[in-house]
């Protein structure tokens, strides 16, 4: 907690996010503890600064964390995507309906006021031997070589299929869907993850909805 705080005094930064995505039934306690005595210390030294905690999506050892950490942090990041990974089988990032339903399983647990859901703005090229994390430049270079793709309709993400290979990419219209699952909620943060890989029109969207929709 020194070093943390420290750090985040001397370059002057805004806040600190705990991003600690495992955490066993026995260590929950101390974690919760933990996550409440550095913002508290953050505080004291710098006078002001949030501290957020990231955790993984769903009802499986996150509800503990998430639980524990909902007092003490002053945001929670949901991390909205993975629910097709790097290292398991291909296909979708961040469905909208499992969105809800990790969005509804984290607010029986923590404020509505406190939670940021993160929205995957990246894709994954998954292949029989490596999986790759990419950008939207890095998409649109595949769909010009094996296009073209398709969109699935129960997600709303971009699929690509070709030797052997499968890529999912979040665009605009897919990114959009999962917005809306936070705002049928109340929820009224939202975070891109990752921040330069999305598609550049995900931004002349957001310009473009209501401005009660965005707040």
Same mark, same amino acid.
């Given at each position: @907690?020194? %070093?943390?705080?420290?750090? &985040?005094?001397?370059?002057?930064?805004?806040?600190?996010?705990?991003?600690?995505? #495992?955490?066993?039934?026995?260590?929950?306690?101390?974690?919760?503890?933990?996550?409440?005595?550095? =913002?508290?210390?953050?505080? &004291? $030294? /710098?006078?002001?600064? #949030?501290?957020?905690?990231?955790?993984?999506?769903?009802?499986?050892?996150?509800?503990? &964390?998430?639980?524990?950490?909902?007092?003490?942090?002053?945001?929670?990041?949901?991390?909205?995507?993975?629910?097709?990974?790097?290292? !398991?089988?291909?296909?979708?990032?961040?469905?909208?309906?499992? @969105?809800? =339903?990790?969005?509804?399983?984290?607010?029986?647990?923590?404020?509505?006021? $406190?939670?940021?859901?993160?929205?995957?703005?990246?894709? /994954? /090229?998954?292949?029989?031997?490596?999986?790759?994390? @990419? /950008?939207?430049?890095?998409?649109?270079?595949? +769909? #010009?070589?094996?296009?073209?793709? %398709?969109?699935?309709?129960?997600?709303?993400?971009?699929?690509? $299929?070709?030797?052997?290979?499968?890529?999912?990419?979040?665009?605009?219209?897919?990114? %959009?869907?999962?917005?809306?699952?936070?705002?049928?909620?109340?929820? !009224?943060?939202?975070?891109?993850? +990752?921040?330069?890989?999305?598609?550049?029109?995900?931004?002349?969207? @957001?310009?473009?909805?209501?401005?009660?929709?965005?707040?």
């Amino acid at each position: @907690i020194a %070093s943390l705080v420290t750090f &985040a005094h001397a370059n002057d930064v805004d806040g600190i996010n705990v991003d600690v995505e #495992q955490i066993d039934a026995a260590d929950v306690d101390a974690y919760g503890a933990f996550v409440g005595r550095l =913002r508290d210390a953050l505080r &004291a $030294k /710098n006078g002001s600064g #949030q501290v957020s905690v990231a955790t993984a999506a769903g009802p499986t050892g996150a509800a503990m &964390a998430l639980a524990a950490a909902a007092e003490g942090a002053d945001r929670i990041f949901l991390m909205g995507y993975d629910y097709h990974w790097a290292g !398991g089988p291909a296909g979708p990032i961040g469905p909208p309906a499992w @969105i809800g =339903r990790v969005l509804d399983h984290a607010l029986g647990r923590c404020p509505v006021e $406190k939670i940021e859901l993160g929205v995957p703005g990246y894709g /994954n /090229n998954w292949g029989p031997n490596e999986t790759q994390g @990419i /950008n939207w430049e890095r998409w649109v270079a595949l +769909v #010009q070589v094996h296009g073209p793709e %398709s969109r699935d309709p129960d997600s709303g993400e971009l699929c690509l $299929k070709f030797y052997g290979r499968e890529v999912w990419m979040n665009d605009a219209h897919a990114l %959009s869907a999962k917005l809306w699952q936070a705002r049928e909620r109340g929820v !009224g943060e939202a975070a891109l993850w +990752v921040l330069g890989s999305e598609d550049p029109r995900i931004w002349a969207l @957001i310009d473009s909805l209501p401005e009660d929709f965005v707040r």
